[in-house]
C-alpha cells in the first residue's frame, strides 16, 4: 500500500490566494484527518470525517477554512483568503474505523504564505 | 489552552542509555493515550499505546508509563539507538463535545541520541 499521499508537498503562495490541499487516504479506512503542526501548538486536528461526512469540524480555525471529502478516496482543505498566520504544515492522516484505530499520517503539505 | 504537554522541547541521550520522554495532561477524561515518532519531511508514524485501565505497556525497547493520579505518562526507550532520534509526540484521546473520539497532541520533544 502507498500509504496516504498528499499533495503538493511544498506551497508558496501569496497573501489572498485561494490555497487548496489534497489528500488519499488508504484504501479501505473509514475515517479521515486534518491536522496543522505549528511550533506553538503542536499538531491540532482541524477536522474528521467519518465514511466521506464531516463529524467534528471545532478545531476549523475560521471561515476561511473548508475541508470536503467527495468520496472515499479523496479530500480537500481550502483556505480562501490565505494569510500569513495560516503558515504551517498540514497533514491528512487515515485510519480504519474505530477512534482507537492507529492513524496513519500523509507525508504533509508545507504551506508558506507571504 | 494546551492540555496535552510536553514540557522538555529536546533531550539529548547517550547511545545505549534509557530515554525517558514525559507528558503531562489536565483532563481528567482522557483515556486512551498513544505516543507518535516523527522524522523530518515525513507524518508522525504510531509507536505505542496505553489504555487507561493499565498502568505499563511494553513493545520491545518501548514502554509507556501511565500514573492517572498525577496525570502522567512517560515513554522509555531502552537501550537507545542512533534511529531513535526524532521527533516524539504524545497523545490523549477523549470524547469532543461532538460525542466523537478526538486525540489531543502535545507540542513533541525532539530527541537526539548521541553515539
Known amino acids: 500500500d502507498a500509504g496516504v499521499i498528499q499533495s503538493p508537498r511544498h506551497e508558496v503562495t501569496e497573501m489572498g490566494q485561494e490555497v487548496t490541499l489534497r489528500c488519499k487516504p488508504i484504501s479501505g479506512h473509514n475515517s479521515l484527518f486534518w491536522y496543522r503542526q505549528t511550533m506553538m501548538r503542536g499538531l491540532e486536528l482541524l477536522i474528521y470525517?467519518?465514511?466521506?461526512?464531516?463529524?467534528?469540524d471545532s478545531g476549523m480555525p475560521e471561515d476561511r477554512f473548508s475541508a470536503k471529502m467527495p468520496n472515499a478516496s479523496f479530500s480537500t482543505l481550502k483556505i480562501q483568503p490565505s494569510e500569513p498566520r495560516d503558515s504551517a504544515v498540514y497533514f491528512c492522516?487515515?485510519?480504519?474505523?474505530?477512534?482507537?484505530?492507529?492513524?496513519?499520517f500523509g507525508p504533509g503539505t508545507r504551506l508558506t504564505v507571504l | 489552552d494546551q492540555q496535552v504537554k510536553q514540557n522538555s522541547p529536546s533531550l539529548s541521550v547517550q547511545e545505549g542509555r534509557i530515554s525517558i520522554l514525559n507528558c503531562d495532561y489536565t483532563n481528567s477524561m482522557f483515556d486512551y493515550f498513544l505516543w507518535y515518532k516523527k522524522y523530518p519531511a515525513e507524518g508522525p508514524t504510531f509507536l505505542i499505546s496505553?489504555?487507561?485501565?493499565?498502568d505499563k505497556n511494553e513493545d520491545g525497547r518501548f514502554t509507556v508509563f501511565l500514573n492517572k493520579s498525577a496525570k502522567h505518562l512517560s515513554l522509555h526507550i531502552v537501550p537507545s539507538q542512533p534511529g531513535d532520534s526524532a521527533v516524539y509526540f504524545c497523545?490523549?484521546?477523549?470524547?469532543?463535545?461532538?460525542?466523537?473520539?478526538?486525540?489531543?497532541f502535545g507540542t513533541g520533544t525532539r530527541l537526539t541520541i548521541i553515539p
Open positions: 492522516a487515515s485510519s480504519l474505523s474505530d477512534p482507537r484505530d492507529p492513524q496513519y
Open positions: 496505553i489504555s487507561s485501565i493499565k
Open positions: 497523545a490523549a484521546s477523549g470524547i469532543s463535545n461532538f460525542g466523537n473520539e478526538k486525540l489531543t
Open positions: 470525517f467519518n465514511n466521506n461526512v464531516p463529524i467534528d
